[in-house]
């Protein structure tokens, strides 16, 4: 079946360190990959996506390439600033089937 | 646009009571999603419509919870009787269309059954 793993939370890190989020997932066939974020007390709202091997999904500072024969989709950027402190999801969507979430991993970060 | 609408922000209630979440999805959207987010299970899609027909609700729960759509401009989560493992978050969710379109999510009722 289709599924999402994601790096553990919390991630702690100082303002203007380097991120990444790990995600691998399972899925037959070729899904569309999503990150998804959750400021405090807010709904989701997505972040990115990549639709096909190889392409690369990037907004506000973040990028994540999407890596068929790794089976990931990680997130990084390069340098995070206290604002961008929130819950990061993966997700995919693979045809006829519902959009698949991860757990979520926390991000804190210090000034 | 206003983007997608919830009430209550917050519920609190008694154990046995019935409660009902609202939802009001953006003007155009053809679906909508119901989900639930807990610390132990994480986010969980409840169920899901496509233009006000329920498509797959194989993730409510119990027979406890219900969802409608009676029009295009509105839902509703109804669980009755609650009881307290109840407690989440439960946000609604719409996109244009199915599959991996965009879903805009709504802030959320936070339900706390006592």
């Known amino acids: 079946g289709n599924s999402v793993t994601q790096m553990e939370g919390p991630v702690t890190l100082s303002e203007e360190a380097f991120l990444t989020i790990n995600c691998t997932y399972t899925?037959?066939?070729?899904?569309?990959l999503f990150w998804y974020v959750q400021y405090p007390g807010e709904g989701l709202q997505l972040l990115l996506k990549?639709?096909?091997?190889?392409d690369k999904g990037s907004n506000k500072g973040f990028e994540a390439t999407y890596r068929k024969e790794t089976t990931s989709f990680h997130l990084e950027k390069g340098s995070v600033q206290v604002s961008d402190s929130a819950v990061y999801f993966c997700?995919?969507?693979?045809?006829?089937?519902?959009?698949?979430f991860g757990q979520g991993t926390e991000l804190s970060v210090k000034p | 646009d206003a983007g997608v609408i919830q009430s209550p922000r917050h519920e609190v209630t008694e154990m046995g009571q019935e409660v009902t979440l609202r939802c009001k999805p953006i003007?155009?959207?053809?679906?909508l999603f119901w989900y639930r987010q807990t610390m132990m299970r994480g986010l969980e899609l409840l169920i899901y419509?496509?233009?006000?027909?329920?498509?797959?609700d194989s993730g409510m729960p119990e027979d406890r919870f219900s969802a409608k759509m009676p029009n295009a401009s509105f839902s509703t989560l109804k669980i009755q009787p609650s009881e307290p493992r109840d407690s989440a978050v439960y946000f609604c969710?719409?996109?244009?269309?199915?599959?991996?379109?965009?879903?805009?999510f709504g802030p959320g009722t936070r339900l706390t059954v006592l």
């Open positions: 899925a037959t066939g070729y899904p569309s």
């Open positions: 990549a639709t096909k091997a190889d």
């Open positions: 969710a719409s996109s244009l269309g199915g599959g991996g379109d965009t879903q805009y």
């Open positions: 003007s155009g959207h053809d679906y």
């Open positions: 997700a995919l969507y693979n045809q006829g089937g519902k959009l698949i």
């Open positions: 419509f496509n233009n006000n027909v329920p498509i797959d």
